[in-house]
């Protein structure tokens, strides 16, 4: 059962609107490395971990995942706000606004739509918790190309904020990763499912 707290975690007061950079952040709320995908990925792969400790870490970073995805829709929602449509226009956001007008909606910079698609729940723990590694660093990457491009320090500070929470969700995925492998065979750690076979006892 969750508690939600009504606040964002990171505060955002964006006294400039800059629709052109709000183009650019809704990846960060629905494109391939985004937040909507992180929070799915770990809410649904969790189910599938026999480990306890290793399943409370993917509840508890979907959980903060979801409140990541709540403060990039702030942002994009407060760099649109009070914009005329000729505004939103002159800063390329036309497509965007001729089917969301200034509404959040999940997709990417390129205008991709959020897929499912895009993230795995394998049912393997080694293989979804290398995903999830893997992903958090994409997940960085993106805030780093978004800070390169971020010149107004009420966007930049929270954007900073979530690359950092980005490179915590890395370690702690690691961490899990190497308590995994201590459960198991040495010699066996890529040689089974150790979510689904009873092979542990084997070797190659």
Known sequence: MWNYEKRLQYPISISTPNAKMASFIISQYGGPDGEMGASMRYLA?????????????????????????EMIGAIVRQLTRGLSAKELEASGFAPY?????????PQ??????????????????????????????????????????????EVADPIRFLREREIVHFQRFGEALRLLQEE?????YYAFNPNFDCMQNTTR
Request: a negative charge; glycine letters at 8%.
């Open 97 to 105: 606004y001729i089917d969301h007008t200034a509404g959040v909606w």
């Open 108 to 153: 990417a910079a390129g205008g991709v739509p959020f897929s499912a698609t895009e993230f795995q729940s394998s049912g393997d723990a080694i293989a979804d918790l290398v995903e999830d590694m893997a992903a958090e660093q994409k997940a960085r990457k993106t805030y780093d190309n978004i800070l390169r491009l971020a010149k107004d320090q």
């Open 184 to 188: 198991l065979d040495s010699k066996n």
């Open 45 to 69: 792969q969790r189910f599938s971990f026999a480990n306890p400790r290793i399943a409370g870490v993917l509840t508890d970073i979907g959980t903060e995942e979801l409140g990541h995805l």
